[in-house]
C-alpha cells in the first residue's frame, strides 16, 4: 500500500520515453500538498475550550506580526480585497485597477464586482514582478488609475520600491496582494506593511488557515476609517454558511496530511477532468458572487493558536526551497523563480520555469500521478480565461503566458520527507537531461554529496 515505485535510472537509454524512465506511479494512498499550508492538529481544537485563546484575537495577531496597527478579518482574501476596492471608492472618484497577467482570476472578479476596472500589465518572462516599462506607460498614459495591485506571489516579494515611484508620480494607491505571501519580508520590512493597502488569504493551502479567511490591512488611518465603514455597510452574518466552514476546518484537519489528501484533492480533479470541466479541476473557475459574510470566534480561535507555529513553518519551507535551488539552479534549460537580494521569500512552493512547453508537458506528464505535490500556479495568463472575458480585456501578455505554458510548482509542503524531495530532483534532472541529449543521473539517493537542513544535495555532476 502507497510508497512510490521507482525505476532505477543510473542507465541512460535514449530509446525509452523519459516520463517512463522516472518515478511516475504512486497509489492513490500518498498525496503530498502543492503548497505549504500548516497542517491542524487536534489539540488545535480542544485548545479553543480555554477561554483565553477564545477571546484572543487573531486581528492582533497580524497587528502584532507585521506591526501594524490595522488589521481585520474577512471571509476570504476576494472579499478582502473587494472591501478595500469599497472603500477606496470613498476615497477616489478613479475607476480603473492595474493587476499583472500572472494572477488569481478571482481578482479581477473581486475588481468587475466593486463597478471597476481592470487594465492588464504584462510581467517578466522569468519572474513575476511587472514589466515595469509597461506598467509606467499604462499610468503615464491613463488619468483613470486607482490602484495598482503588487502581487507577492509565490510568497516572493515583488520590487515594490520601482512600482512605490511610478505609483507615487501619479498619487495612485497600491494595494499589495499577499494572498501567499504571509511573513515575506522585503527591505526587513514585512509584505503587507508597504503599500496603502494589503490582504492576505487564509484559504486551505495557504500557509496559516481556517479553511477559508481573509485579513485586511492598512497604515492609513483614513482607510481604515472607510474599511470600517465599509464592512458595516456590506458584510452580514450568516448562521448556515459559517456552521458549514466550521465542518469543513474539520475536515481539513482529517484529511489535510498525505494518507487521506488525495480523496479531497485529486479525486475531485479527477472527476472535473471526467467531466471536461478543466479549469474547474484545477481550480481555477469562479464566479462573481463570492461571499462575503463574517467569520465565527471559533475559526478566527483556531487560527490564532495555530499563529503560534508560523513563523517555524515558515523556517522549514525556506530550507526546502534551499534545497531544490541548491540542486536545480544549474540545470541547462530551467530557472527557477526565487527572491532578488533585498527580498526574503516564504516560498510556499517553488516554481521552475522551463525554456520550452514540450519539456514542461513532459514533466507535468511525469508528475501527474506521482503523489509528490508538483502542480501549477495558474494555467493561463489573465486575460486568456474565456469566462472573464468581458471583464478582462484582451492586453497582450505574451510574458504571462509564457509563464503559464511553461511552469511547474514544486512542493514546500511540511510533508515533503528527504525522499520525495530527492525524487522530484532526479525526475526533473532527467526530463531536462534527456531533452538536452546528455546521460541522465543516477538517483540522488545513490549520490549524495552534501547536507542542508537535513536534506541530501549534489552540487558536482553534469
Ligand atoms: C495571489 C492570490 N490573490 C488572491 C487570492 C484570493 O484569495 P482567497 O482564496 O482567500 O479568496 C488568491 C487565492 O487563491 C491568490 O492566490
Not at 488545535?44 to 496597527?69: G, H, M, T, V, W
Not at 461571499?291 to 471559533?298: N, V, Y
Not at 494555467?379 to 509564457?402: E, H, Q, W
Amino acid at each position: 500500500m502507497g510508497g512510490i515505485l521507482k525505476r532505477p535510472l543510473s542507465v541512460f537509454d535514449p530509446k525509452v520515453e523519459v516520463f517512463d524512465r522516472v518515478c511516475t506511479k504512486v497509489t492513490i494512498f500518498r498525496e503530498i500538498p502543492p503548497t505549504a499550508g500548516l497542517p491542524l492538529y487536534a489539540k488545535d481544537f480542544l485548545s479553543i475550550c480555554l477561554k483565553k485563546n477564545r477571546q484572543s484575537s487573531l486581528e492582533e495577531d497580524f497587528k502584532d506580526y507585521l506591526n501594524a496597527p490595522y488589521a481585520k478579518v474577512t471571509y476570504s482574501g476576494t472579499a478582502a480585497f473587494y472591501i478595500i476596492l469599497e472603500g477606496l471608492k470613498g476615497l477616489s472618484s478613479k475607476k480603473t485597477v492595474i493587476i499583472p497577467s500572472f494572477i488569481c482570476p478571482l481578482v479581477p472578479l473581486a475588481i468587475h464586482r466593486a463597478s471597476l476596472r481592470v487594465a492588464v500589465c504584462d510581467i517578466n518572462k522569468d519572474n513575476f514582478n511587472f514589466d515595469l516599462r509597461k506598467l509606467q506607460a499604462l499610468c503615464l498614459n491613463n488619468d483613470d488609475i486607482l490602484a495598482i495591485v503588487a502581487v507577492h506571489l509565490g510568497g516572493i516579494p515583488v520590487d515594490f520600491e520601482e512600482i512605490k515611484q511610478i505609483a507615487g508620480n501619479k498619487e495612485i494607491f497600491i494595494i499589495e496582494d499577499c494572498a501567499q505571501s504571509l511573513g515575506a519580508v522585503y527591505k526587513d520590512k514585512k509584505v503587507g506593511t508597504l503599500g496603502d493597502f494589503s490582504f492576505f488569504s487564509l484559504c486551505r493551502g495557504k500557509g496559516l488557515t481556517i479553511y477559508e479567511g481573509g485579513v485586511i490591512v492598512t497604515k492609513k488611518e483614513s482607510g481604515s476609517v472607510k474599511i470600517d465603514a465599509t464592512i458595516e455597510r456590506i458584510v452580514n452574518t450568516d448562521f448556515l454558511s459559517e456552521t458549514l466552514k466550521i465542518l469543513e476546518l474539520f475536515g481539513y484537519w482529517i484529511f489535510y496530511r498525505p494518507e487521506l489528501f488525495w480523496w479531497a484533492f485529486r479525486l475531485p480533479q479527477v472527476f472535473w477532468d471526467w467531466r471536461g470541466g478543466h479549469l474547474r479541476a484545477l481550480t481555477e473557475y469562479f464566479t462573481v458572487g463570492f461571499p462575503l459574510h463574517k467569520i465565527s470566534r471559533i475559526r478566527k480561535s483556531i487560527g490564532h493558536v495555530a499563529f503560534a507555529r508560523l513563523d517555524k513553518e515558515l523556517d522549514k519551507q525556506r530550507q526546502k526551497a534551499s534545497s531544490y535551488i541548491e540542486n536545480l539552479r544549474d540545470i541547462p534549460g530551467v530557472k527557477l523563480i526565487t527572491e532578488s537580494p533585498e527580498a526574503k521569500a516564504t516560498y510556499p512552493y517553488l516554481t521552475l520555469l522551463f525554456n520550452d512547453p514540450i519539456k514542461c508537458e513532459k514533466a507535468k506528464e511525469a508528475f501527474r500521478n506521482s503523489g509528490l505535490g508538483v502542480f501549477q500556479i495558474y494555467a493561463m495568463a489573465i486575460t486568456d480565461y474565456d469566462y472573464l472575458k468581458r471583464i478582462v480585456k484582451n492586453t497582450d501578455s505574451p510574458n504571462g503566458r509564457f509563464i503559464a505554458q511553461n511552469h511547474i510548482t514544486l512542493t514546500t509542503s511540511t510533508f515533503l520527507k528527504d525522499k520525495d524531495l530527492n525524487s522530484v530532483i532526479d525526475t526533473v534532472r532527467n526530463i531536462t537531461y534527456q531533452e538536452n541529449r546528455l546521460p541522465a543521473f543516477p538517483p540522488l539517493a545513490e549520490s549524495t554529496v552534501g547536507v542542508i537542513g537535513g536534506i541530501r544535495h549534489r552540487r558536482d555532476r553534469r
